[in-house]
């Protein structure tokens, strides 16, 4: 059974930093590509962050210099170093894998971040 665990969010100021973790199981994580992805109310999903299975990565304009995505195949788990946090990062950040060449994807239940002042 293939699980996505995200953790790590919460509410933070402006500025401020947040690390998110995705958990996997059930699947051969080295061979997936991982993404993150978020949704704000009333907006479509995003794609923030993406780290294919040999380790490139790609960002959205908006948090390109500010996030971080990685990921560590011993462990199983995906990351997300979210630096400067801004107002309009605030939604809920989900985790996706798929297997490289496969339009088969999973997805955890997601993590909220709120930036406030």
């Known amino acids: 059974q293939v699980q996505l665990v995200e953790s790590g969010g919460g509410l933070v100021q402006p500025g401020e930093s947040l690390r998110l973790s995705c958990a996997a199981s059930g699947i051969t994580f080295s061979n997936y590509n991982m993404a993150w992805f978020r949704q704000a109310p009333g907006k479509q999903r995003e794609l923030v962050a993406l780290?294919?299975?040999?380790?490139?990565?790609s960002y959205v304009d908006s948090v390109r210099g500010r996030f971080t995505i990685s990921r560590d195949n011993a462990k199983n788990m995906v990351y997300l170093q979210m630096n400067s946090l801004k107002l309009e990062d605030t939604a809920v950040y989900l985790c996706?894998?798929?297997?490289?060449?496969?339009?088969?994807?999973?997805w955890g239940q997601g993590t909220q971040v709120t930036v406030s002042s």
């Open positions: 996706r894998g798929n297997p490289a060449g496969s339009a088969r994807s999973y």
């Open positions: 780290i294919t299975s040999g380790g490139r990565e």
